[in-house]
């Protein structure tokens, strides 16, 4: 049986398995709904515990029935992402960005989905990682990715909340079902997690060839980018030697490998290795393989290429990652796509027979005018920002950007706030809060528009000064790693008030363009999910990976 076929069948036992699943966990989480009922006073979160029990009571099947779908939808679509290109979508310059505007209810689902994937993450850690690397092998990956894993926890995660939503619940039942669900759903998926991995090992799945492997020297150089980088040109070299000595005829001295044998052997499986981490498009995939020829070029002209990342070579591979991870997807066409805007700079490279630090140092001023041209072009066909958001208080942020141009103030005020501001403010801001919204049931008060965590009552830190200083530091052009709208994402800066209190983020993700205040991205990086990916950061984790899988290959 091929490992083609072993896959499949694999897929279609999962499949099969998710209505079992679902109903084990609407059981589970049922029954702790009703432990906790018995134990908890009037008021507080009862009313919404009384909402989840009955969306989930025994004699309805809706709930299971929805996470069950959820689930079997979650993983169909993970297989066809890396088994079918993404539909085309058109991105020319006359197409209009889409906008996602984050606001507070969406924020605390997204810090309550990532808590619940960390706790089955814990929970589960080795489990994962066996069964990553059998699927691995399943799939002829050549190393251990979090992807090959049909049933992640993230999609587990989106699967039921998407299930909680369809059963009517409102946003605090949601969270707090979220909340209620979260240990039980790790031990199931723990005890799940552990059964195929014991069904996959009686078929002999040939693991060892994706073991983990711990490098001494990946170790001790992680820290430095260049010690990393300087062992994997010397295992590469020394691999090369090995190789041309064994090709001698006996009594013959060991024939020395041309200076530009294994540059020209490494450089391709480092750029290959970074396409791939990026999740570049096939148009960018190409585009970066014809980087190859240049960049062994460079390294024969200039030794600095194969001693530091720092080398302008490096930052330029870097900065074109970057830029994939916010303007790149299959199904891009149009005069604005990032490779066609890429293509001169990629074609000045090849036509040099002695490309240098200048040629690449030119290289990237013309990649930087194509980011500062990309987020320009993104920006401008928003008619929303037509509006002047630097007036305009933190809360308000999300209806301004709603509020098309043309329904603004009816004297025709280019200056003038839309209508309904002031309702807005009061809406959103904590200090005013709704006074018309009817009493939830089983209790005597309002519901609060701002969930009390959202406000910020942590006294001045050194974790609260480390958070102001990162968001100081956050300038357009900057790539973060967010998780945002249910998953985690790579977003590029792309604007930012002159106050600093809004930002618009571009993503591949999420709409492509993404709506954040100050105060959501200072909430969202107190919860460990918003951090910036430094400049060189995906050139350097291309080559620890790549210098793992040399290991775990006997390499």
Known sequence: MTLQTLWKDYLDALLAEMPALAALIATQVRERTLVLLGSSAQGGPRPHLLAVAHALRAESTTFTDALAAALRQQVQEAVQETTAPAPPRRSGAGQRSQLSLADDEQLERDIELARLIQTIESSAEWELRELQAVCASLKRARSIRAEHNPLRPEMCARALLSSLEQVGLDHPARVLALRVSAPLLAVALRELYTQHCRSLRRLDIPAQRFRACIDSRVVASRADGDGAWRGLVARMAGHVERRGSTTTSPGQPALQPHDQMWPAQLIPRLLEQIADEAEMSSAMRALVARLRAPVVRAAAVEPGVLRSLAHPVWQLVDRIASLCSANDADGDDGPATLATLLDPIVATLEQADRPGSELFEEALQRVAAITTRLNSA???????????????????????????????????????????????????????????????????????????????????????????????????????????????????????????????????????????TRRQLARLRAEGLAATIERGQQVRDAVETLTRDLSANGT
């Open 378 to 516: 993104q920006l401008s066909s928003l008619d929303q920002l037509d509006i002047d958001l630097t007036e305009l208080p933190p809360t308000a942020i999300g209806p301004a950007l709603a509020e098309p141009a043309a329904r603004r103030g009816t004297d025709g005020d280019p200056d003038a706030l839309p209508a309904h501001q002031g309702e807005t403010q009061e809406m959103l801001l904590p200090d005013a809060p709704r006074t018309d919204l009817p009493p939830t049931a089983g209790t005597d008060h309002p519901l609060p528009t701002i969930p009390m965590d959202m406000v910020d009552t942590e006294a001045d830190t050194p974790a609260k000064q480390n958070r102001e200083a990162w968001l100081v530091e956050l300038a357009p052009g900057d790539l973060c790693r967010l998780f945002i709208l249910g998953r985690w994402m790579n977003a590029q800066m792309t604007w930012r008030s002159s106050n600093g209190q809004f930002c618009v983020f571009s993503s591949r993700r999420g709409g492509r363009l993404l709506s954040l």
